[in-house]
Structures are given as C-alpha cells and as structure tokens.
C-alpha cells in the first residue's frame, strides 16, 4: 500500500512512502437483493455452493475487465503501457445493518507491474470511465451464469432492473439499508449513480458487528 516491496523493500512507485491521495481502488460488486435472499433460504448447503459459483464466475469476469484496464507511465515521456494489477478479493455476505447482501470488494494497489518486470503508479482514469459499464456487465454476466447453473430459472423484471422471482415485499423487507437512505434522500431510483452513492457515504453506519455465516442464514429463513 505504502508503494515498497514487501520482501525486499525496494521502492516500485516515485511516491513511495508519502502521504498520497490513493493508495489502493476499492471496486465493489455487488449481487441482486433477490440473488442474495435467494443463497440464504436455499434448501442445503449444495445449492448455496452452486449459487455462490455463478457469483464467483461473476468476479473472475470483472478481474479480468480490471486487468485489461490497467496502465502505468514509463520512460521520459510517460508513455502509458499495460500492467498486470495487484488484486485483492474480499467475500461479504451482508450488509452495514446485518441483512444478507452478498458482494465482493476487489481491492487494487496502487502499484502495477508490466510484462518486462518494470513498476509504477496505476493510472486511475481508466478505471473510473469504465466502472459504470463494468457494474452493468457484471450483471448481465450474472444473469447468464445463473440460466447456465439453473436451467428454467426465472426473472421478473423492476424499475431497478430483473430479479429473481421472489417476492418484492420480501426484498423490502431485506433492504433496510436502502429504506434508510430514502428516508433521508427520497426515492433512489430518481438520482443518478453518483448521487446515489454520496447518499451512501454521508449516512452509512459503521459495522458494529458482522454475522457468521450460519447466524445470517437462520436471520434470514426466520424473517422471511
């Protein structure tokens, strides 16, 4: 993160060690509300595996969208080469007020390496111009990974897009967080992506406390 070499402590980027605006970009992903009440009142735990993979096919699919995106500058002129990028993956099964929201947070450093060996500092532009558009075809990648995992599984389609045929008092039910933030902002589906997520960030709360597996499981069956 600091921009060192973990073993050797040589320096891979110019701002090694300084106080930088960036140190890593958290790219989240993720699944539908209905998705992830849909893992939680599966039967067993087969069919929650088998759920979980379309969603990690999902992820490796926006890996690799991250990776044909990564650039750092070399040479004199800061000539934008690509570079293979350091990522990190972290599984969450629910979200900041202890209902199941199944998403992944990709984090990436700052420090990119390029086929011959050579490091620097990942250019974030390109990241930022296309996040929209990998947000919306990871969806879509979702989508078919579930038809191809569960033959005949449905979709009905809401102002926010297709879920799972689960009904939608049952998502509201599950979407405490969303319901706080329209109380604050009014209806979400109005604003736009940017606005949508400083709402998000000015009254989000903090994690006090984060459910087991199984705890978020029972939570779940027994609300619904």
């Not at 060192?4 to 980027?13: N, Q, S, V, W």
């Not at 990522?87 to 990119?112: A, E, M, N, P």
């Not at 045929?165 to 998502?171: A, F, G, R």
Request: proline share 5%; net charge neutral; aromatic share 8%.
């Amino acid at each position: 993160m600091r921009g060192f070499h973990p073993e050797t402590g040589d320096a891979l980027i110019k701002t090694a060690g300084r106080t930088v605006k960036h140190c890593a970009y958290d790219h989240v992903l993720s699944a539908n509300k209905s998705f992830s009440v849909a893992w939680a009142m599966a039967p067993d735990q087969a069919t929650r595996d088998r759920l979980m993979r379309t969603f990690e096919e999902t992820v490796q699919q926006f890996v690799e969208q991250i990776e044909g995106a990564t650039f750092i500058r070399v040479g004199k002129d800061s000539t934008p080469v690509p570079a293979k990028p350091l990522i990190t993956c972290f599984y969450h099964l629910s979200g900041r007020l202890g209902d199941v929201q199944i998403h992944c947070h990709l984090v990436v450093s700052r420090v990119g390496v390029t086929e011959d060996g050579r490091t620097g500092a990942i250019l974030s532009r390109p990241y930022y111009v296309r996040s929209a558009t990998w947000s919306e075809q990871a969806t879509c990648d979702h989508y078919v990974a579930l038809q191809d995992a569960f033959p005949g599984i449905r979709f009905r389609e809401t102002p926010t897009g297709p879920e799972l045929e689960i009904p939608q008092n049952v998502l509201d039910h599950f979407s405490k967080r969303r319901q706080q933030m329209e109380r604050d902002a009014g209806d979400l589906s109005t604003l736009s992506g940017a606005v949508r997520a400083l709402i998000a960030l000015k009254t989000r709360p903090a994690k006090l406390s984060v459910p087991s597996e199984s705890e978020l499981i029972s939570y779940t069956q027994a609300e619904a």
